[in-house]
């Protein structure tokens, strides 16, 4: 479903309108709840309300919610059976910064620091099947919208955190 979503997305022109993040986010996660379930991923969401709307191009942003989740759900599939798996997904506005930040944090195996430098770049996929285009392309997308992803890595997990300006809107 994600890859059908992802060509379809892929040359569509950004919309931006008055967009609730939170609102995106779980819309998102609401598509992804079978896949989440079959996969025994544990998660749960904290969303700061309200925040503030930003402009956006709210199809963009659910391709790049549900994509940094469902790497995150593949990531948590090479834990050993029985081991947890959880996603913690989050939402916070930062009103110095006049940001949003959208957190993806899972208890997977983490990214090794020499993979972790490239996983933004066109065609780059530690995966059998992958086309190395999804984190390169939510990369762009957010960049669109005068934004970045953070990505923090360990051990014990990867984060990864999408970081929204917040616009005057009209």
Same mark, same amino acid.
């Given at each position: 479903m994600l890859n059908n979503l992802m060509a379809l997305i892929r040359h569509r022109k950004i919309e931006k309108v008055k967009t609730d993040v939170n609102a995106v &986010? @779980? %819309?998102? #996660?609401? &598509? #992804?709840? *079978? @896949?989440? %379930?079959?996969? %025994?991923?544990?998660?749960d969401k904290i969303l700061q *309300?309200?925040?503030p709307a930003v402009l956006a191009d709210p199809v963009h942003l659910q391709q790049v919610f549900m994509n940094i989740s469902v790497n995150a759900c593949e990531a948590l599939g090479s834990l050993p059976r +029985?081991? =947890? %798996?959880?996603?913690?997904v989050t939402t916070s506005f930062d009103t110095m910064k006049r940001r949003i930040r959208i957190s993806f944090a899972d208890n997977g195996p983490g990214i090794p620091e020499e993979i972790k430098a490239h996983i933004f770049e066109p065609f780059f996929s530690t995966k059998t099947t992958g086309a190395g285009i999804g984190l390169a392309l939510c990369h762009d997308l957010i960049r669109e919208? +005068? +934004?970045?992803i953070e990505v923090q890595s360990g051990p014990g997990g990867t984060t990864f955190v999408v970081v929204l300006p917040? =616009? =005057?809107?009209?």
């Open positions: &986010l @779980e %819309r998102s #996660l609401n &598509l #992804l709840t *079978d @896949e989440l %379930r079959i996969r %025994r991923v544990h998660w *309300d309200p925040v +029985g081991q =947890e %798996r959880s996603l913690h919208h +005068g +934004g970045g917040i =616009e =005057e809107l009209v």
